[in-house]
Nanobody, 118 residues
Framework: QVQLVESGGGLVQPGGSLRLSCAAS????????LSWYRQAPGKERELVAI????????NYAESVKGRFTISRDVAKNTVYLQMNSLKPEDTAVYYC???????????WGQGTQVTVSS
């Protein structure tokens, strides 16, 4: 059973930073595109950042470009989201997602809450 476990969320002041981690178990990490999504109260879940299965390409939502960075450590089977210059509108539950590059397999983590408030 594939598992994705997020950590690193919390309460931070505007302008602060957080690093989210998503530890993956029981699958070949490098065969999946890895993403971070977020869902704020009353809003739809949205894609924040994605890194391709080969790790050579990343993409970001316009609202986080220049502030967030997605990366992965294949040896640790972990994907990260470094979030800098946080804003109150970044407040949401953040979810890790893994999508196989060929097979119709998609997995989600349980989510971690990020709250940006003074």
């Amino acid at each position: 059973q594939v598992q994705l476990v997020e950590s690193g969320g919390g309460l931070v002041q505007p302008g602060g930073s957080l690093r989210l981690s998503c530890a993956a178990s029981k699958f070949a990490f490098s065969t999946y595109a890895l993403s971070w999504y977020r869902q704020a109260p009353g809003k739809e879940r949205e894609l924040v950042a994605i890194i391709t299965s080969g790790g050579g390409s990343t993409n970001y939502a316009e609202s986080v470009k220049g502030r967030f960075t997605i990366s992965r450590d294949v040896a640790k089977n972990t994907v990260y989201l470094q979030m800098n210059s946080l804003k109150p509108e970044d407040t949401a539950v953040y979810y890790c997602n893994a999508k196989h590059r060929i097979r119709p397999e998609i997995y989600w983590g349980q989510g971690t809450q990020v709250t940006v408030s003074s």
